[in-house]
């Protein structure tokens, strides 16, 4: 009889919550600037634009693109590192627990493109089948895997994938749809989400999707192995040494555009061998932000406000979810229909007026009840049996 039992919350990491809710903050920044760059024709954009947007484009690719989704990958393996060490404890037969699981959260990210073209559940639900075949690896084939899938992909996918199919997702195609976004029709805005997300399932992107996110998944695996949260103070120098190479990462991408403007990308030698550096800029930004969450928390700086990101982290898919139905409501033509009137110098503020509805909503929800809904209900449906949701009076989160 399977009698283990979920990750309870008095187990959680305070900190792992806080990494969530300030990537999931990052999460929704991105999003947004993708709804406005992939499904906004550009003569569109132009009439709703300020001259400052061009600027606002450029820093946000430096910046923010893909660095937050991969930290979000990497909590998701660390996460999930937790989940199998408890399950080998109880004796659960982990192989068939896990791959119901993330069937489960697989059907939960199809669903989810019915809102939101850029899906990532469904992603992490193949990619993260991946840990079972390390399960029992060592530290050092984990680590080394990780990075064979999260540098050995992305080269493959920038050296080969443009002589098999298109390199890049030309956002032209997604811009075609724009008028079925803005459809009243529920069923219209679901099956162009769909089709979407097909575009970039056709484009040499697929190949980076999954091995980047096997590679970051496998990463924050690593991390678990290491007990990253456990043993915080004896990583203490390691996490600085990693911030600072994290911020020197920052430069890459500036090198690149002037490497495009001195020719240098034309070179098949050079374009082909300095893709994997772009892709360290990913990751080493990506520590650059995580590791300075992590040391401004161990010193007690910004407690409320590291306090607001794991009210939001604490219950991470459900919020997740939470985002797509905002993209919905605001920029959808079942709702408000905003799309097409949004440029990039609302993107901030429209942001940080949805993470605070996430927060309050989360700070509310979570004093009610232990896990959020798409947490329990994933819970609920992984162990086959019903658990207890409310809190009994007096229970404190």
Known sequence: MNTS????????VALLDVLRGFALFGVLLVNLHAIVFYTTPQEVLAGVSWPMDSLLDRLHHWLFESKFVTLFAMLFGYGFGLLLER??????AVAGFFFRRMGILFALGLLNLCLWWADIL???????????????????VVLTSAVVFGFGFTWAHFAFSKYVFPLEFDPALAQA???????????????????????????????????????????GYWLFRKDLFGRLEQYVRMIKQVWWIGLAFIAVPWAFVYAGKAGLMENPWFYHGAFPL???????????????????????????????????????????????????????????????????????ALC???????IAFSAWWMARYHYGPAEWLWRQLSYGRRFGIRRASGDTP
């Open 5 to 12: 039992l979920p990750v309870q919350p008095s187990q959680r």
């Open 87 to 92: 399950l080998g404890t109880k004796g659960t």
């Open 352 to 358: 940080i007026a949805f993470y605070v509805l996430q």
């Open 278 to 348: 772009f892709q360290g800029a990913i990751f080493g930004m990506s520590l650059f932000y995580s590791t300075s969450i992590i040391l401004l928390y161990r010193r007690g700086l910004f407690k409320r406000v590291f306090g607001a990101f794991a009210q939001v982290g604490r219950m991470s898919l459900t919020n997740y979810l939470v985002q797509s139905i905002l993209y919905v409501v605001f920029f959808y033509g079942i709702g408000f229909g905003l799309l097409g009137k949004v440029a990039y110098h609302h993107i901030w």
């Open 122 to 140: 469904h992603v992490y639900a193949l990619a993260g089948l991946a840990l079972l075949l390390f399960r029992r690896a060592s530290n050092g």
């Open 177 to 219: 749809h724009y008028p079925a976004l803005l459809s009243t029709d529920f069923g219209t805005m679901a099956e162009t989400n769909y089709r979407i997300q097909r575009l970039f399932q056709t484009t040499g992107l697929v190949v980076y999707m999954y091995g980047h996110a096997i590679g970051c998944i496998l990463f």
